[in-house]
């Protein structure tokens, strides 16, 4: 495939905030925005957003003569031509539109383009409960920011369980708080609940819901704690308490002790990988890195070596380069390291990451479900699992506009 056309524009995301949409040959994708952020992730874009639409919609076809896209490797001919003008939002959402353009031309699902032998779903880890950066409506709030649920089941079931979990916390929190009932911005259910009486209605949950389905679910947690730590101590507000590194340390091996947590996202500083590493030698469960690795090769592998994590949140948008979330990936699986491709709070009706994580074969998909830009991720995935190729007359016809295009050139 050649690059013919290229553009960009400013769309809105889920918090009604702008950002990036880039279109090539026809085929576009729109960029997320954290709210949360690691210090160390790569800037959104160069200078603003309206400096990188600028750029994009400076380039012509000239600009990338010669250059042939047919496989997923070939993304490295166009990444030095973008990688130092325009930020990361802006280079995910021009890579993952020129694979979308490729693959289309040769009439396969995205997915397939990228790895045509991929089999196994990942599993999906959805928020649940929100505290933290993502929740405001209350003064006192958990300062943990994600309460997570998960399931070992295929995309269907799993949603199905994930619903049926996010449901019944709905459920309990308002017979539990009159100030329950309201939403984030990841849809997570809010409360003012300190952290461990929601770990007690996440338990709560877990039961209620193997009850009725006779289907376990596991239960997991975002701390990110670089959001309360400060001058070298955790600053927690849900009970007015201090703790030191070694406390934390212990506070979360107490917490996935009594919680059987499954999952426990940034548990410490996003600076403290020997903390981290301390924290995998004494719990069963996944310790993942989001802040402290920020989809960034070295920061990855430098977790890696001194067996700081034992799970890894991927979010393209956190490095912009397609190749290196590939290379990234390939090193998690070298070194039994768990992926979880990961949507951001600010979203939008795109739904890449669920093509990606099946074609990257991904553990798990990190995205509530609940939400149209949240389902929009759940849906792509069930009907990934559900549908074979059938090639349709638009497609046929697709093709065959493209063949008498690249004739006239």
């Keep these: 495939m050649k690059i013919k056309e290229v ?54 076809a000239s600009s990338f003569k010669g250059i042939e896209i047919n496989e997923f490797d070939d993304l ?26 490729s693959a289309r031309e040769k009439l396969m699902p995205l997915w397939q383009f990228i790895n045509p032998y991929a089999k196994v779903f990942p599993r999906i880890l959805s928020n649940t409960i929100g505290g933290g950066a993502h929740s405001s409506v209350f003064k006192i709030k958990p ?21 049926k979990s996010y449901e019944t916390a709905g459920k309990i929190l308002s017979n539990l708080s009159m100030n329950s009932g309201k939403i984030n911005d990841e849809n997570a259910w809010q ?26 679910i596991d239960i997991g947690l975002d701390v990110a704690a670089s959001q309360f730590f400060k001058a070298r101590k955790y600053y927690y507000k849900d009970r007015i308490k201090t703790l030191s590194r070694e406390q ?19 548990p410490l500083d996003e600076e403290d990988f020997a903390g981290f590493a301390s924290l995998v030698k004494n719990v069963n469960c996944l310790i993942v890195g989001d802040d402290l690795t920020v989809t960034n090769y070295e920061r990855v592998e ?24 590939k ?5 998690c699986n070298k070194n039994c390291i768990k992926t979880i491709m990961s949507h951001r709070s600010g979203e939008t009706m795109d739904n890449t990451i669920a093509d990606l994580a099946f074609a990257f074969q991904c553990d798990f998909i990190k995205t509530p479900v609940i939400g149209k830009e949240r389902e ?15 090639v349709t007359s638009e497609d046929e016809e697709f093709v065959r506009r493209r063949h008498k295009e690249v004739e006239s050139e």
Excluded at 12 to 24: A, N, P
Excluded at 327 to 331: K, P
Aim: glycine share 6%.
């Design 76 to 101: 490295e001919k166009i990444e030095g031509k973008l990688i130092k003008k325009v930020g990361a939002n802006t280079l995910f959402a021009f890579e993952a539109s020129v694979l979308k353009a």
């Design 248 to 266: 934390q340390i212990k506070y979360m091996v107490d917490l996935s002790r009594k919680f059987n947590l499954f999952y426990i996202e940034d």
């Design 7 to 60: 553009s960009a524009k400013a769309v809105l995301d889920s918090r009604q905030e702008e950002t990036i949409e880039v279109t090539v040959n026809g085929h576009a994708t729109s960029a997320p925005a954290g709210k949360s952020k690691g210090k160390h992730e790569k800037p959104s874009y160069k200078k603003n957003l309206g400096a990188d639409i600028k750029f994009i919609n400076s380039l012509k």
């Design 143 to 163: 300062d943990f920011q994600e309460f997570l649920v998960t399931n070992n089941k295929n995309p269907a079931i799993g949603n199905f369980l994930n619903k």
């Design 191 to 216: 409360t003012d609940l300190d952290n461990e009486k929601v770990l007690e209605v996440m338990k709560n949950v877990q039961e209620n819901v193997f009850e009725e389905s006779r289907m376990h």
């Design 302 to 325: 430098r977790a890696i070596r001194i067996g700081a994590i034992t799970g890894l949140i991927v979010k393209p948008n956190q490095t912009g380069s397609l190749i290196e979330v």
């Design 376 to 390: 929009a991720k759940v849906a792509r995935l069930m009907q990934i699992e559900g549908s074979s190729k059938k």
């Design 327 to 331: 290379r990234i990936i390939e090193l």
